[in-house]
């Protein structure tokens, strides 16, 4: 089993849509959680934090289920400029070195006009 | 946050050669890693590159391969020794800052 599992899409949508992303991981445990936005052809770059209370940033909501290892993505009223790769990433320590980052393949999303 | 630049950005190269990635961060760091993304695939950490040590390199992955330098603390080198076709691959310089992770724009290697 993979240790971090994402649909890798594409999820095609139309602007203003609804759209939502899953992602489970293996490692029960697994002590904090990201989700990472990837334009094409470059770097990875934070889109937030994920914590068990679930948090809300803006159109972004991210949700974390830890009974279910399970990890989730909602973006409201989709933007073309959302059009992006979404990478679940998974810390097996709360901080410190990388070397305990799983990252997922990502998911990837097109929002058309 | 940190800024991390990467070059070359991107190069062609040919089997059998060696190609030397830097990466410069504008803050001093204790530590910076060096991944790797394969077309399709997800992020896999090569090594750590700590200072004034010898890089820890994950399961997989030799300093033969891929030898790294680590001069000062906000510098280091990654070189692709030998390269293949399966080389071709983005390559990526990061670093920790408290709970995230910043990465550099990355360096498109298209082996040839």
């Known amino acids: 089993r993979k240790e971090v599992e994402q649909d890798p899409g594409p999820f095609n949508v139309p602007e203003g849509a609804t759209v939502a992303f899953n992602c489970t991981y293996s490692?029960?445990?697994?002590?904090?959680f990201f989700w990472y936005r990837q334009d094409c052809r470059k770097e990875p770059k934070l889109l937030m934090s994920v914590y068990s209370s679930g948090n809300e940033d803006g159109r972004f909501t991210a949700q974390l289920n830890r009974a279910s290892q399970y990890i989730s993505l909602l973006i409201r009223d989709s933007k073309l400029s959302d059009s992006a790769t979404y990478l679940c990433?998974?810390?097996?320590?709360?901080?410190?070195?990388?070397?305990?980052?799983?990252f997922g393949k990502g998911t990837k999303l097109s929002v058309k006009p | 946050s940190a800024v991390i630049s990467q070059k070359p950005s991107r190069d062609i190269c040919q089997r059998g050669t060696s190609l030397t990635i830097q990466c410069q961060v504008d803050?001093?760091?204790?530590?910076m890693f060096w991944y790797r993304q394969q077309p399709g695939q997800s992020l896999t950490l090569i090594a750590t590159?700590?200072?004034?040590?010898?890089?820890?390199?994950e399961s997989g992955f030799v300093i033969d391969k891929f030898p790294i330098s680590r001069p000062n603390l906000t510098f280091s080198t990654l070189t692709v020794s030998n390269m293949s076709p399966e080389d071709s691959s983005i390559y990526l310089c990061s670093v920790s800052g408290g709970n995230t992770i910043y990465f550099g724009e990355g360096s498109w290697l298209t082996v040839v």
């Open positions: 590159a700590n200072q004034g040590s010898e890089a820890t390199y």
């Open positions: 990433v998974v810390n097996l320590k709360w901080r410190g070195s990388q070397g305990n980052l799983i």
């Open positions: 803050s001093q760091v204790t530590m």
């Open positions: 490692n029960s445990a697994s002590q904090s």
